[in-house]
């Protein structure tokens, strides 16, 4: 059993303001495609011209940075393909995401209600 919920951000490759529009909608419907195909789930998306938001409950085994790396992969090449005049944006350098990823556990209950359950243990 587990809950492991994170908030990840990752941005277009120098902040281009690409995802608007009918990129915008197709990112997202990829990245659930992508989440069920890989056994995650995306519980919120939402993007903002040049990053997108995320809540993603994952598997601890399988980890929150295999669920970015397969998202990123899987975007870049469906959408690079399927809208081909954002590939002409000058600088992409072939890549359509950064490399970089804000990642954020985000939990039910507060630091201080955990650690006051812990140490209320054996008591």
């Known amino acids: 059993m587990f809950k492991c919920h994170y908030h990840v951000i990752f941005c277009s490759k120098y902040r281009h303001k690409i995802l608007t529009g009918k990129v915008s909608e197709r990112l997202k419907e990829i990245c659930l495609e992508v989440a069920k195909a890989h056994d995650f ?16 409950n994952c598997n601890p085994r399988y980890g929150i940075m295999k669920c970015i790396q397969v ?23 072939g890549k359509f995401w950064s490399r ?20 209320n243990q054996g008591k």
């Open 41 to 56: 789930i995306i519980e919120e998306i939402e993007t903002d011209k040049d990053h997108v938001h995320m809540i993603i």
């Open 71 to 93: 998202l990123k992969q899987v975007t870049a090449y469906r959408l690079f393909e399927e809208f081909p005049r954002i590939r002409k944006v000058k600088l992409w350098g």
């Open 100 to 119: 970089s990823s804000f990642v954020s556990t985000v939990g039910s209950v507060s630091l201080d209600v955990v650690k006051q359950y812990i140490e």
